[in-house]
C-alpha cells in the first residue's frame, strides 16, 4: 500500500488516544473550575467507544499507516474502566511502542499490570514537587501519592519521564526542584512551555515562560550542553556535566511541525490531524480502506507547516 505522505514528507506514525474526558485532577491549564473531577473511580461508559470499537479502529489505522507508537492518553488513561484490556489489545496488534501519559495518582496500584500486558513507558505529568504549589497547579493534594507511583513504575521497569508544564508566576519556582528530584530517580524531565488550549487558547501568553529562560533558571545550578534532536521529536534535550539528561517542549519558542509524524483519536471515534486542527474528522466502522485512506489523507493536510496556532480543544478532550 502506497504510504500516506504530505508535501513535506510527513506521515503519521505515533497514534495518540485520548481514552476518555474525565479526569482526577483540575490542572489550571487545562480547565477552569471542577468540570474534570466528574469523576475519581472509573470512566462512565458513555463518554468512550466500547473497548472492542476502539480497539478495532486503531486495527483499521494500523493496517493503512504501519503505526510504530501508540501514545495512550485521556483526560486521565488510568481511570479508563478497561485499561489492562487496550494494552493487551493493542500488544496483540503487533505495534512496537505501547506508551502513556497520566498525572500519576493511580499509578502505583496500576503500573505493574500495566506492565504485564505490555506497556512499556510512561509519561507523568508532574508540575510541583512543593504541596502547597502542587494544589496551586492541580486544584488536588497529595503529590507523595504521585511520587509513590514513580517509584512503583521504576520498580516494576516501566520506563518514566516526566513532564512539566511552567507557567509564568504559578511553578517557574519548581524547575529546580523537579530537575533535582528527576536527577535523584535518574529519569528524564522534559519542561513544557504552556499551550495555547482550551479555556487559555486567547490568554496564554501571560503565562509563557520561555526554552530561554527555563534554560537560564536551570544554569544558575547546573552547566550543560545541547543534544541532537531526534526526528520528530516534540523535545530538544541537553546534558549536564554529571551526565543526567533534561528537556524543554518548547511548542512557541522551537516549534517542531516541521516533521510532526502525530494523529490522535478520541474517545468518540473522531480522528485529528493537527492540535490546531478543532474539526474532528468522523470514523464510521463502514468505511472501507479506499474510505479511511481519504480521511487519513484530509487529516493530513490539516497539519501546519511551521507552528501551532492554538486550540479550543482542553487537553481533557484530546489529550494534549
Ligand atoms: S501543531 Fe500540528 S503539526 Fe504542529 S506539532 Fe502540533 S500536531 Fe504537529
Redesign the pocket.
Known amino acids: 500500500m502506497q504510504v500516506i505522505e504530505d508535501k513535506y514528507g510527513?506521515t503519521f506514525k505515533t497514534l495518540r488516544v485520548s481514552l476518555l474526558s474525565t479526569c482526577n485532577l483540575g490542572c489550571i491549564y487545562c480547565v477552569q473550575g471542577d468540570e474534570s473531577l466528574k469523576l475519581t473511580n472509573g470512566a462512565h461508559p458513555a463518554t468512550s467507544l466500547p473497548l472492542s470499537e476502539l480497539l478495532d479502529t486503531i486495527r483499521r489505522l494500523h493496517a493503512q499507516l504501519d503505526l510504530d507508537t501508540v501514545r495512550l492518553t485521556g483526560g486521565e488513561p488510568l481511570l479508563y474502566h478497561d485499561l489492562i484490556g487496550m494494552i493487551a489489545g493493542i500488544r496483540d496488534l503487533g505495534i512496537s511502542h505501547i506508551k502513556l501519559t497520566t498525572n500519576g495518582f493511580l499509578l502505583q496500584r496500576l503500573a505493574l499490570p500495566m506492565k504485564q500486558a505490555g506497556m512499556e513507558s510512561v509519561n507523568v505529568s508532574l508540575d510541583a514537587i512543593g504541596e502547597e504549589v502542587f494544589l496551586q497547579m492541580s486544584r488536588r493534594h497529595s503529590v507523595q501519592r504521585i511520587l509513590d507511583g514513580i517509584d512503583a513504575a521504576l520498580d516494576c521497569g516501566l520506563e518514566v519521564k516526566l513532564n512539566a508544564v511552567i507557567m509564568r508566576g504559578k511553578n517557574d519556582s519548581q524547575i529546580l526542584p523537579l530537575l533535582n528530584f528527576a536527577f535523584s530517580r535518574n529519569i528524564r524531565i522534559r519542561f513544557l512551555e504552556i499551550m495555547a488550549m482550551g479555556h487559555l487558547h486567547d490568554q496564554a501568553d501571560k503565562y509563557l515562560f520561555t526554552r530561554d529562560e527555563i534554560l537560564r533558571e536551570i544554569g544558575r545550578q547546573y552547566r550543560f550542553t545541547p543534544l541532537d534532536r531526534l526526528q520528530s521529536s516534540?523535545a530538544g534535550y541537553w546534558k549536564t556535566g554529571d551526565g543526567h539528561v533534561f528537556g524543554v517542549i518548547a511548542?512557541e519558542s522551537q516549534?517542531?511541525?516541521?516533521d510532526?509524524?502525530?494523529l490522535?483519536l478520541d474517545s468518540h471515534g473522531n480522528i485529528?490531524?493537527?492540535?490546531?486542527?478543532n474539526h474532528p474528522i468522523a470514523l464510521d466502522k463502514t468505511d472501507d480502506e479506499n474510505a479511511l485512506r481519504l480521511k487519513l489523507e484530509e487529516a493530513l493536510s490539516?497539519?501546519?507547516?511551521?507552528?501551532?496556532?492554538g486550540s479550543e480543544l482542553s487537553m481533557l478532550e484530546i489529550g494534549g
Open positions: 510527513r516534540t511548542n516549534p517542531f511541525c516541521h510532526c509524524n502525530r490522535r485529528y490531524g493537527c492540535l490546531s486542527d490539516r497539519k501546519q507547516a511551521l507552528k501551532f496556532t
